[in-house]
Structures are given as structure tokens and as C-alpha cells.
């Protein structure tokens, strides 16, 4: 039976890529979703549905508001993927560089390939939803001016002609994408992606599933007095959490209070568990997002 996994975008976006990548061999269905809100929603009010979704890129930072997303609607990590990404351009067939007189695409790619795009002053700019939408949308209405920056295989999978590839101005661009679950089912879920590794795995693998985790994301808010912070990092540091992101977020209608959202890599479960223990007294309106095993990270 094929999973669901809901994707933000179309066939041949980033997302689309990050889930066939994650789920390797396995078959899986995407379910397409406009926006962030659409698809946290979906795998929220759906225990068989999956969701993938961009929470953090090497160049652009941390997409806030997706952030926000996993709490309201109670979702669960069981999982990430860091996807390599690149860029092309991309015309309808035929077309030259010199017919161009708007390349469309997602801001953040916009923003990504900068360097490439100041070559051109005269073409305009234009932000879309989507990478693979910009491509799609042109290849659908037949716009011969023009071009889209998005993914090679999107480019092919809706006919269009790459015009250069490779264009983003860092070679070294990574997006972090996070695998989500329905919170009812994510223990369920947890299962299927360890014996899914442990099958892939020619090693002998960890005997309980719980050894396989290695990271967790968690979330709280602190009392608003000096050094309330300090303290639970010095706490995480003395049971050996390496904390690999730290991101606060405003609290909206709370002046200057904060979010903390935090991402621990341990090697020892138990004394992970100890380290939550210690600093739970120390938080308010603490939440733990979810415990995964570390994403692979693409070539």
C-alpha cells in the first residue's frame, strides 16, 4: 500500500524531490498543497497521511512561521531529510536567454540565485508560489518570454528547455526538511522508519528502536527573569546534549517574550531523557515535537 505524503508545491518541486528521496524505495502517493498552513492541516487532521515540509535553509535561514504551524496544529516529527539543492533556468523550447523578459519562481530561490540574476538588470522578477509551479505555469500558457528557476527535473517533467543549471550562488545549499505525522500515530510511524532503516541497514542494527534516536526537537517559553536561559543550557550542557539549532520566535500579544526552540543530538537516549527531566522545572509550557533519528543528507 502506498504512503501519503502531503508536499508543498507540485510534481518536480524541492519537496516532491526531499519525499522520494527520504522514502527511498518505498512507493509513495503525493498529495499536492498550496501553501505551508494547507498541508500541516492535512497531516493533522489525517492519521494516514504524511507531511514534508521545509522548516530551515543554509542561506536563507529559518522559515519561521512553519515553526508556529507544528504547534498549532499538534504534529509530530518522525523524521528530517537535508536535500541538496540546485537550481536551473528554464524556457519553453526554443527560446534564448535573449527572449527573456521575466524569470518567475519562488522568492527564495530568487533570492538564492542572486548573483546569477544580477547579470541580467533588464529582466524582471517575479515571484510565484512555487519553483515547479513557475514551470508548469509558463509551459501551460505558453509564455515564450518567459523563464523559470526550479528544479532540472521539473524543467523536464513539464517540457521546458534548461537554459543553465547549477545557478544558485552557493554551491554549498542545503534545505532541512521535516518528515510529520498526526501526533495519534507517530509512535506508529516511529516503527515504520526504523525497521524501514534496519532492513536497508547491512550493519546490525540498534536491538531497540529507541537507540536509533538520536535527536530531538523541543520547544518552551522561560520566566522573564536574568539568566533563566543560561541556566538550561547550562543544564543540557552538563548532561552532554549538543544543541545543533537554537531559533526563538516572538510570542504574539507578549511584548518582547520569546519561543525557544531547540534541536538536541545525543548518543545516550537514557540520559537524554535525564536532561529533559532537569530542565522541565526550570521551562514553562514545555513540548517536546519529537524524537528521530538525524536526516541524511543528500550529495
Not at 88 to 117: T, Y
Request: proline share 3%; net charge neutral; hydrophobic share 40%.
Amino acid at each position: 500500500m502506498k504512503k501519503k505524503v502531503a508536499i508543498q508545491g507540485i510534481g518536480g518541486c524541492n519537496h516532491y524531490i526531499a519525499a522520494k528521496d527520504f522514502f527511498g524505495e518505498d512507493e509513495i502517493e503525493t498529495i499536492d498543497c498550496n501553501t505551508f498552513k494547507e498541508l500541516a492541516k492535512l497531516v493533522a487532521d489525517n492519521r494516514d497521511i504524511l507531511g514534508i515540509m521545509a522548516i530551515e535553509n543554509t542561506i536563507a535561514g529559518s522559515i519561521l512561521q512553519n515553526y508556529r504551524l507544528l504547534r498549532e496544529n499538534r504534529l509530530s516529527i518522525v523524521g528530517e531529510y537535508k536535500l541538496r539543492i540546485s537550481h536551473s533556468l528554464a524556457a519553453l523550447p526554443g527560446v534564448k536567454m535573449e527572449d527573456i523578459r521575466e524569470i518567475n519562481s519562488h522568492p527564495m530561490a530568487l533570492m538564492q540565485c542572486a548573483e546569477f540574476l544580477e547579470r541580467f538588470p533588464a529582466i524582471k522578477l517575479v515571484e510565484k508560489d512555487d519553483t515547479a509551479g513557475s514551470a508548469k505555469w509558463i509551459s501551460d500558457n505558453q509564455l515564450k518570454d518567459h523563464a523559470a528557476i526550479c528544479p532540472s527535473g521539473a524543467a523536464k517533467l513539464y517540457g521546458m528547455n534548461i537554459l543553465a543549471e547549477g545557478i544558485e550562488t552557493n554551491k554549498r545549499n542545503f534545505t532541512r526538511f521535516l518528515i510529520l505525522s498526526n501526533r495519534e500515530v507517530s509512535k506508529e510511524v516511529l516503527r515504520y522508519l526504523y525497521n524501514k532503516e534496519k532492513n536497508r541497514n547491512l550493519q546490525a542494527p540498534p536491538k531497540e528502536s529507541n537507540q536509533w534516536i538520536d535527536k530531538s526537537s523541543i520547544v518552551f517559553t522561560l520566566p522573564h527573569e536574568s539568566g533563566s536561559l543560561s541556566k538550561v543550557l547550562a543544564v543540557l550542557s552538563f548532561y552532554d546534549m549538543n544543541l545543533s539549532m537554537i531559533q526563538s520566535i516572538p510570542i504574539i500579544g507578549k511584548e518582547w517574550e520569546y519561543q525557544f526552540y531547540i534541536n538536541l543530538l545525543f548518543k545516550d537516549y537514557p540520559r537524554y531523557i535525564q536532561a529533559i527531566d532537569a530542565i522541565m522545572p526550570l521551562c514553562r509550557e514545555f513540548e517536546i515535537l519529537g524524537e528521530y533519528a538525524e536526516g541524511k543528507q543528500s550529495v
